[in-house]
């Protein structure tokens, strides 16, 4: 499972990957998260630490990806990488093959969490210019789509924002944007507030949402091609006998015996797969509940 983290340079990736690592390290609705490279784990403990002070980590162009375990209790749930993606793909004098790299990038994730600066887009008019490439940029890489994600609009910087005036100005140029995200039948959209300094809040929402959303998705697939395979077997079944058998060995087509065996098969791996994901899927949608639950809305009332 691979998760992308698409924003403006200074958006608060960086910071958003600290304190959320940090805060799922110790653990939430049961759910841990770790990093396997013991120098990585060092590295984002000591810069969520910074971040908790009040200093933040010290900006970079790299392409970064993080590969991180999610477990709950002693059991390894799945593994997921975190990829931030700082490409030069958002500004303005981007060209073609920079656009179409971070597209790759888009269509092959597995989930997508776009942050966007709240504070900026308050109190900023360039903001709204900037997330018009953003919006361009997703609309295309989710129209080809043909297998469910989920995407994460997060409004990071909350603790910045204290009016509903200053939230509906942060909003409204990604008014688009939400509406597509809505509207697009292949994803499952959330928006959530972040605020990543000495008072977190919503950090797990984006994190949990891509996780409990993939995995759920999985289910529902591996799900519905295990009814198929059943009721295929079951049609095969029905149709087997000597008679078929007979008649299939000299046409040199396979039995419906045969049939029935394979498709027997298929259901049989599809259940073996389906079994270790469905309670993880339905706790992970509970933490996720929890979550969202303790994060305040960032679009104003009455809209
Ligand atoms: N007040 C506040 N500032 C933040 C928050 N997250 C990030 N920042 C600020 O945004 C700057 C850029 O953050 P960074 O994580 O480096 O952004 P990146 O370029 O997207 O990786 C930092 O230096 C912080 O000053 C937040 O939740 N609240
Ligand atoms: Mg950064």
């Not at 087997?240 to 098969?265: C, I, P």
């Amino acid at each position: 499972m691979n998760i992308v983290m698409l924003g403006h340079s200074n958006a608060g990736k960086t910071t958003y990957i600290a304190m959320m690592y940090a805060l799922m390290r110790k653990g939430y609705g049961g759910f841990k998260v770790r990093a396997e490279d013991g120098a990585l784990d060092r590295e984002l403990r000591a810069a969520a630490d910074a971040v908790r002070q009040g200093s933040y980590p010290p900006p970079s162009s790299r392409r970064e990806q993080h590969v991180f375990r999610l477990s709950h209790g002693r059991r390894t749930v799945a593994g997921f990488t975190w990829t931030d993606y700082r490409g030069g793909a958002l500004s303005s004098r981007t060209d073609d093959e920079e656009t179409a790299r971070v597209l790759a990038e888009l269509t092959g994730a597995d989930g997508i969490v776009v942050f966007v600066d709240a504070h900026h887009l308050a109190h900023d008019d360039r903001g709204g210019r900037e997330v018009r490439r953003l919006t361009v940029l997703l609309q295309r890489a989710m129209e080809g789509r043909t297998s469910r994600i989920p995407v994460v609009l997060a409004y990071t910087k909350a603790d910045l924002l204290t009016s509903t005036d200053a939230w509906a100005r942060a909003t409204a140029p990604l008014d688009l944007l939400q509406q597509s995200l809505d509207g697009a039948s292949m994803v499952r959209a959330a928006t959530v507030a972040l605020s990543c300094g000495p008072q977190p809040a919503g950090v797990q929402v984006p994190v949990l949402w891509c996780l409990a959303q993939h995995l759920s998705i999985r289910v529902e697939d591996l799900e519905h091609e295990l009814a198929v395979s059943r009721r295929l077997a079951e049609e095969a079944k029905n149709k087997a006998g000597l008679w078929n058998s007979l008649v299939s060995t000299l046409d040199g087509v396979e039995s419906e015996y045969r049939k029935w065996q394979r498709h027997e098969q298929a259901a049989k791996e599809e259940a073996a797969q389906l079994a270790p994901l469905k309670r993880p899927a339905k706790r992970l949608l509970a933490a996720l509940d929890k979550a969202r639950e303790q994060t305040a809305p960032p679009v104003p009332a009455g809209r």
